[in-house]
C-alpha cells in the first residue's frame, strides 16, 4: 500500500463516528444479581455514563409486618440483607427492646456480641472474595467460602439453619448453645486467624491487585459524607466513626472495641480496612467467649407489648442501615420500616442532632 492510499485509509477511518448506544446492564445479570440495573451509555467500546437504577430488591416487607406479631417478624428480617441475617436480627430485636424499656440478660448480650462478629466476618469474606474475582484473581474466592463454611456449620449448628437462622428473640436468643458449641468456636477461630495472615500476604503482596486498587476510586472524607457512606466505606476514608464505640449497645457498653480508620480512601483501602476488621472480630469473639457470663439467655416478654417510650423509635446497629418500629397503639401492632443510610449518617455525624435524639429517647 502506497503512503497516499494509507493517508486516506487514515482519513476515512477518522471520519466514522460510532454512535451513542444505551445498554442496560441488569437486573437480570449475573453481576447483578436480579437487584441492580445499571444504564450504561457507551461511545464504541467505552463507557462514558452510568446510572444506577436501584429498588430492585424490594419485598414489601413494611406491609409484611403490619400483619405479624412482634415475634412472628423476626424471620423476615433475615430476607433484608441474605449476608448479615445476624445482624438484622438484632436490630431488629435491640430495637423492639429499646421501645418496650427491656434489658435483656447480660449472657444474651455476650451471646449477642459473638455471633453478630461472626456475621460480620462472613460477611466481609464474601466482600473480598467477590472483589478479588472481579479484579482477576480466583484463588481469595476459594480461600474465603472455605473459610464462610465454618461459620455457617456453626450457625446451622446453633440454629438449625445456615442461612434463616431465626435464632434472636425480643428479651434474648431462642436457646443457649448446644453442647460443644463454644469449642468448636475456638477451634474455627484459631484455624481462621491463620487462613486470614496467609490471605493478607496473597493479596496485598500481589503486584497487580496494588497496581489496579492503589490510587484507584478515590474518595475523600467530605465525598463520603455526602454520599452517606457508612461501614468501611467511611473508614476507608479516614471517618472515625463506629456506632459500636461512639453509640455502644449490648455487651459493647463492656467489651472495648478498636476501629480500624485508613486515610487513603481509595480501593485498596477499602478492602484493607475490612482485613483489618475481620482481625478485630476474631479479638471480639475471644473476648466474648472467654468473659461469657452466666445466667438466663432470654428474659420472657409479651408477643404483643405496650411501649415504655412513645411510638416510634430508631434503632441503630453497626451494620447497612437501620431499622425503625412504629408501634400501632390501637391495633397493638408493630411495623418496620427501613432507613437510608444516608440520613443516618448525617444524622450520627452531626453532634447536636445526635445529642437531641438521645435525649428524646
Sequence with gaps: MSIHQESNTQSEAE????????????????????????????????IV??????????????????????MGGIRYTDNSDYLSMMLCEIAYAGAAEQLMGLEI??????????????????SHLVAVGTYLIDLGAFTPILWCFTAREGILALYEAL??????????????????????????CEAWLDGFE??????????????????????????????????????PMARASGINWDLRVHHPYMAYREVPVNVKVRQEGDC?????????????????????????????????CSDRPAPAKGGDLLCHREQPGRVRLLHDQR???????????????????????????LQDE
Design 15 to 46: 471520519e466514522i463516528k460510532s454512535q451513542e448506544m444505551l445498554l442496560n446492564m441488569g437486573p437480570q445479570h449475573p453481576s447483578t444479581h436480579g437487584v441492580l440495573r445499571l444504564v450504561l451509555r457507551l461511545q464504541g467500546e467505552t
Design 49 to 70: 455514563d452510568c446510572m444506577p437504577v436501584i429498588g430492585y430488591l424490594h419485598r414489601g416487607m413494611e406491609k409484611i409486618f403490619e400483619n405479624r406479631t412482634l
Design 105 to 122: 440478660p447480660r449472657r444474651a448480650q455476650y451471646i449477642r456480641l459473638l455471633v453478630g462478629e461472626m456475621q460480620r466476618i462472613a
Design 159 to 184: 440454629s438449625g439453619s445456615r442461612f434463616t437462622v431465626n435464632y434472636h428473640r425480643v428479651g434474648g436468643v431462642l436457646h443457649d448453645f448446644p453442647k460443644g458449641w463454644l469449642q468448636e
Design 194 to 231: 491463620k487462613t486470614l495472615a496467609e490471605l493478607d500476604t496473597l493479596i496485598n503482596g500481589n503486584e497487580i491487585f496494588l497496581a489496579r486498587t492503589q490510587g484507584v476510586g478515590y474518595i475523600d472524607p467530605q465525598q463520603a459524607n455526602d454520599y452517606g457512606l457508612t461501614g
Design 268 to 300: 485498596f483501602a477499602r478492602n484493607a480496612v475490612r482485613m483489618e476488621e475481620m482481625a478485630e472480630s476474631i479479638r471480639l469473639c475471644r473476648v466474648a467467649i472467654d468473659q461469657m457470663p452466666g445466667g438466663p439467655h432470654c428474659r420472657a
Design 331 to 357: 391495633r397493638q401492632r408493630v411495623s418496620l420500616a427501613g432507613e437510608d443510610a444516608r440520613s443516618l449518617f448525617r444524622e450520627l455525624t452531626d453532634a447536636a442532632r445526635t445529642a437531641a435524639w
